[in-house]
């Protein structure tokens, strides 16, 4: 249950992240809130989880868990840089990453 619980999250800490960087409400916005799940249905049915109340309140706040820290996220680095809606393109653009990569050469 831990491994499908930690997935939601690190599943859905980019989706946060989009979400945070669009309008309330637009298309977008719909999307990256909206996406991810068809995923974590896959996982509950593939992992056999069932539909008790439990796993349903646990897969629940992992969700919410993952799209609040990718808020924060992106919140956090828009004070500091210029930022993009996508996460991945950001942590690349970011200096801290060629600082990382530096010391591996």
């Not at 919410?64 to 996460?87: D, E, I, P, V």
């Amino acid at each position: 249950m831990s491994m499908i619980l930690t997935t939601v999250i690190l599943l859905n800490i980019p989706f946060g992240y989009w979400r945070e960087s669009v309008n309330k409400f637009s298309f977008q916005w719909f999307l990256s809130i909206h996406l991810p799940v068809p995923v974590i249905m896959f996982l509950r049915i593939r992992m056999g989880l069932g539909w008790e109340l439990t796993t349903y309140l646990m897969l629940a706040g992992a969700y919410f868990t993952g799209q609040c820290l990718g808020a924060m996220w992106h919140r956090r680095w828009k004070k500091s840089m210029r930022l993009s809606s996508c996460l991945v393109l950001d942590i690349l653009r970011s200096r801290w990453i060629i600082i990382i990569f530096r010391r591996y050469l």
